[in-house]
Protein backbone atom coordinates (compact mmCIF):
# COMPACT_ATOMS: atom_id res chain seq x y z
CA UNK A 1 0.00 0.00 0.00
CA UNK A 2 1.15 3.31 -1.05
CA UNK A 3 1.46 5.10 2.20
CA UNK A 4 0.93 8.75 0.44
CA UNK A 5 -3.01 7.41 -0.26
CA UNK A 6 -3.50 6.74 3.32
CA UNK A 7 -2.21 9.82 4.69
CA UNK A 8 -5.09 12.09 2.49
CA UNK A 9 -8.53 12.53 4.44
CA UNK A 10 -10.61 11.06 0.91
CA UNK A 11 -9.67 9.59 -2.44
CA UNK A 12 -10.94 7.26 -4.71
CA UNK A 13 -8.84 4.07 -6.58
CA UNK A 14 -10.09 2.88 -9.83
CA UNK A 15 -9.93 -0.81 -10.25
CA UNK A 16 -11.32 -3.94 -12.58
CA UNK A 17 -14.69 -5.24 -10.75
CA UNK A 18 -13.95 -9.16 -10.14
CA UNK A 19 -17.49 -10.15 -11.38
CA UNK A 20 -18.29 -8.02 -14.30
CA UNK A 21 -14.44 -6.98 -15.38
CA UNK A 22 -16.03 -3.52 -15.56
CA UNK A 23 -14.27 -0.46 -14.50
CA UNK A 24 -14.92 0.52 -10.79
CA UNK A 25 -14.05 3.30 -8.17
CA UNK A 26 -13.08 2.36 -4.86
CA UNK A 27 -13.30 4.80 -1.65
CA UNK A 28 -11.51 5.91 1.04
CA UNK A 29 -12.35 7.39 3.81
CA UNK A 30 -9.93 8.20 6.68
CA UNK A 31 -11.42 8.76 10.42
CA UNK A 32 -9.97 8.75 13.76
CA UNK A 33 -11.57 7.28 16.75
CA UNK A 34 -10.61 8.06 20.37
CA UNK A 35 -8.89 6.03 22.37
CA UNK A 36 -7.69 3.51 19.51
CA UNK A 37 -6.35 5.67 16.58
CA UNK A 38 -6.88 6.55 12.94
CA UNK A 39 -8.39 3.80 10.48
CA UNK A 40 -9.56 3.78 6.65
CA UNK A 41 -13.08 3.09 5.70
CA UNK A 42 -12.70 1.36 2.34
CA UNK A 43 -16.16 0.56 0.22
CA UNK A 44 -17.07 -0.37 -3.37
CA UNK A 45 -20.13 -1.02 -5.17
CA UNK A 46 -20.67 -2.27 -8.60
CA UNK A 47 -23.76 -1.99 -10.77
CA UNK A 48 -23.79 -5.74 -11.22
CA UNK A 49 -24.14 -6.17 -7.69
CA UNK A 50 -20.68 -6.60 -6.48
CA UNK A 51 -19.91 -4.93 -2.85
CA UNK A 52 -17.15 -4.60 -0.74
CA UNK A 53 -16.51 -3.23 2.55
CA UNK A 54 -13.53 -3.16 5.07
CA UNK A 55 -12.09 -0.81 8.19
CA UNK A 56 -8.18 -0.97 8.19
CA UNK A 57 -6.81 0.04 11.61
CA UNK A 58 -3.71 2.46 10.33
CA UNK A 59 -2.32 2.83 13.59
CA UNK A 60 -1.46 -1.31 14.31
CA UNK A 61 -0.73 -4.70 12.23
CA UNK A 62 0.00 -7.16 14.69
CA UNK A 63 -2.41 -10.27 15.14
CA UNK A 64 -4.75 -9.02 18.14
CA UNK A 65 -7.31 -10.67 20.01
CA UNK A 66 -9.65 -8.33 21.80
CA UNK A 67 -11.64 -10.20 25.32
CA UNK A 68 -14.45 -8.38 26.85
CA UNK A 69 -16.58 -9.58 29.87
CA UNK A 70 -20.25 -8.37 29.18
CA UNK A 71 -22.08 -7.83 32.67
CA UNK A 72 -24.48 -4.83 32.53
CA UNK A 73 -26.24 -2.78 30.17
CA UNK A 74 -23.11 -0.73 30.36
CA UNK A 75 -21.28 -3.06 28.47
CA UNK A 76 -23.47 -3.12 25.80
CA UNK A 77 -22.43 0.53 24.56
CA UNK A 78 -19.00 -0.55 24.19
CA UNK A 79 -17.51 0.49 20.50
CA UNK A 80 -16.79 -2.91 17.84
CA UNK A 81 -14.65 -2.76 15.17
CA UNK A 82 -15.06 -5.65 13.11
CA UNK A 83 -12.91 -5.82 10.10
CA UNK A 84 -13.77 -8.98 7.52
CA UNK A 85 -10.41 -10.46 8.64
CA UNK A 86 -11.84 -10.93 12.50
CA UNK A 87 -13.42 -13.86 14.15
CA UNK A 88 -16.21 -13.10 17.06
CA UNK A 89 -16.72 -15.95 19.88
CA UNK A 90 -18.83 -16.05 22.67
CA UNK A 91 -17.95 -19.17 24.50
CA UNK A 92 -20.89 -19.22 26.71
CA UNK A 93 -23.32 -19.77 23.90
CA UNK A 94 -20.72 -21.39 21.93
CA UNK A 95 -21.31 -19.16 18.75
CA UNK A 96 -18.48 -18.44 16.32
CA UNK A 97 -18.73 -15.69 13.71
CA UNK A 98 -15.84 -16.55 11.24
CA UNK A 99 -15.20 -14.46 8.06
CA UNK A 100 -15.52 -15.66 4.67
CA UNK A 101 -15.49 -14.26 0.88
CA UNK A 102 -18.78 -12.56 1.83
CA UNK A 103 -18.50 -10.79 4.73
CA UNK A 104 -18.28 -7.40 5.16
CA UNK A 105 -16.68 -5.30 7.99
CA UNK A 106 -18.59 -3.07 10.26
CA UNK A 107 -18.15 -0.19 12.92
CA UNK A 108 -20.61 -0.80 15.62
CA UNK A 109 -21.45 -2.13 19.73
CA UNK A 110 -21.75 -5.08 21.44
CA UNK A 111 -25.69 -4.80 21.17
CA UNK A 112 -25.03 -4.59 17.66
CA UNK A 113 -22.79 -7.65 17.31
CA UNK A 114 -25.76 -9.31 19.27
CA UNK A 115 -28.20 -8.07 17.21
CA UNK A 116 -26.59 -9.45 14.22
CA UNK A 117 -26.23 -12.95 15.17
CA UNK A 118 -29.62 -13.05 16.41
CA UNK A 119 -30.64 -12.19 12.61
CA UNK A 120 -28.66 -15.10 11.85
CA UNK A 121 -30.16 -17.28 14.21
CA UNK A 122 -33.68 -16.18 13.63
CA UNK A 123 -33.16 -17.41 9.75
CA UNK A 124 -31.48 -20.60 11.19
CA UNK A 125 -34.43 -21.54 12.82
CA UNK A 126 -36.60 -20.93 10.08
CA UNK A 127 -34.61 -23.53 8.05
CA UNK A 128 -34.54 -25.56 10.63
CA UNK A 129 -38.06 -26.40 11.81
CA UNK A 130 -38.20 -29.66 11.07
CA UNK A 131 -35.35 -30.73 13.17
CA UNK A 132 -36.64 -30.54 16.70
CA UNK A 133 -33.19 -30.87 18.23
CA UNK A 134 -31.38 -27.88 15.98
CA UNK A 135 -34.98 -25.74 16.49
CA UNK A 136 -34.89 -26.02 20.44
CA UNK A 137 -31.07 -25.36 20.23
CA UNK A 138 -31.78 -22.23 17.99
CA UNK A 139 -34.62 -21.10 20.66
CA UNK A 140 -32.24 -21.58 23.45
CA UNK A 141 -29.72 -19.44 22.23
CA UNK A 142 -32.23 -16.95 21.29
CA UNK A 143 -33.46 -16.13 24.53
CA UNK A 144 -29.72 -16.40 26.19
CA UNK A 145 -29.27 -13.40 23.58
CA UNK A 146 -32.77 -12.19 25.03
CA UNK A 147 -31.03 -12.33 28.37
CA UNK A 148 -28.11 -10.72 28.02
CA UNK A 149 -29.65 -7.46 26.06
CA UNK A 150 -31.67 -7.38 29.33
CA UNK A 151 -28.68 -7.56 31.56
CA UNK A 152 -30.09 -11.04 32.63
CA UNK A 153 -27.00 -13.16 31.95
CA UNK A 154 -23.39 -12.54 31.64
CA UNK A 155 -20.91 -13.16 28.80
CA UNK A 156 -17.86 -12.89 27.24
CA UNK A 157 -17.14 -11.57 23.92
CA UNK A 158 -14.14 -11.96 21.90
CA UNK A 159 -12.69 -10.82 18.89
CA UNK A 160 -9.19 -12.17 17.06
CA UNK A 161 -7.82 -11.11 13.64
CA UNK A 162 -4.90 -12.17 12.30
CA UNK A 163 -4.46 -8.81 10.27
CA UNK A 164 -4.84 -6.57 13.43
CA UNK A 165 -7.92 -4.78 11.34
CA UNK A 166 -10.44 -5.39 14.52
CA UNK A 167 -10.83 -4.31 18.54
CA UNK A 168 -13.71 -3.86 21.18
CA UNK A 169 -12.87 -0.02 22.28
CA UNK A 170 -13.80 -0.31 25.90
CA UNK A 171 -11.64 0.22 29.22
CA UNK A 172 -12.86 -3.51 30.38
CA UNK A 173 -11.37 -4.89 27.14
CA UNK A 174 -8.12 -6.87 27.23
CA UNK A 175 -5.43 -6.83 24.06
CA UNK A 176 -3.26 -9.20 24.07
CA UNK A 177 -1.22 -10.06 20.62
CA UNK A 178 -1.56 -13.26 18.91
CA UNK A 179 1.19 -16.07 18.20
CA UNK A 180 2.44 -16.76 14.80
CA UNK A 181 0.82 -19.99 15.34
CA UNK A 182 -2.93 -18.60 16.70
CA UNK A 183 -2.79 -16.51 13.50
CA UNK A 184 -2.11 -18.96 11.19
CA UNK A 185 -5.32 -20.58 12.41
CA UNK A 186 -7.55 -17.51 11.98
CA UNK A 187 -9.50 -17.15 8.26
CA UNK A 188 -9.21 -14.10 7.09
CA UNK A 189 -11.66 -13.86 4.24
CA UNK A 190 -10.05 -11.05 3.20
CA UNK A 191 -10.30 -9.10 -0.63
CA UNK A 192 -7.15 -7.99 -0.62
CA UNK A 193 -7.02 -4.95 -2.97
CA UNK A 194 -3.24 -4.16 -4.68
CA UNK A 195 -2.59 -0.81 -5.55
CA UNK A 196 0.62 -1.35 -7.89
CA UNK A 197 -1.44 -4.22 -9.58
CA UNK A 198 -4.96 -2.14 -9.86
CA UNK A 199 -7.04 -5.62 -8.81
CA UNK A 200 -9.07 -7.44 -6.38
CA UNK A 201 -7.67 -10.74 -5.04
CA UNK A 202 -9.78 -13.28 -3.01
CA UNK A 203 -7.62 -14.55 -0.02
CA UNK A 204 -7.16 -17.44 2.16
CA UNK A 205 -10.60 -18.60 2.87
CA UNK A 206 -14.40 -19.07 1.00
CA UNK A 207 -15.26 -21.27 4.27
CA UNK A 208 -18.45 -18.89 6.06
CA UNK A 209 -19.16 -20.71 9.46
CA UNK A 210 -21.37 -18.36 10.83
CA UNK A 211 -22.49 -20.35 14.06
CA UNK A 212 -20.89 -22.94 15.76
CA UNK A 213 -22.54 -25.49 18.03
Known amino acids: M ?3 FLK ?3 FETKICCPLCQTDLMMNWQRDNIPYFGEIMYISARCQCGFRFADTMILSSKEPMRYEMPVESSEDLDARVIRSTSGTIRIPEMGVTVEPG ?3 ESYVTNIEGVLQ ?4 VLLTASRWVQGDEEKSSRSEELLCMLEDVI ?3 RKITVIIEDPLGNSAIISKKAKATTLSEEEAQKLNTGMIVFDVNKSELVNDVS ?3 QPLGD
Open 2 to 4: NPD
Open 8 to 10: QER
Open 101 to 103: SVS
Open 116 to 119: RIRD
Open 150 to 152: EGK
Open 206 to 208: DDV
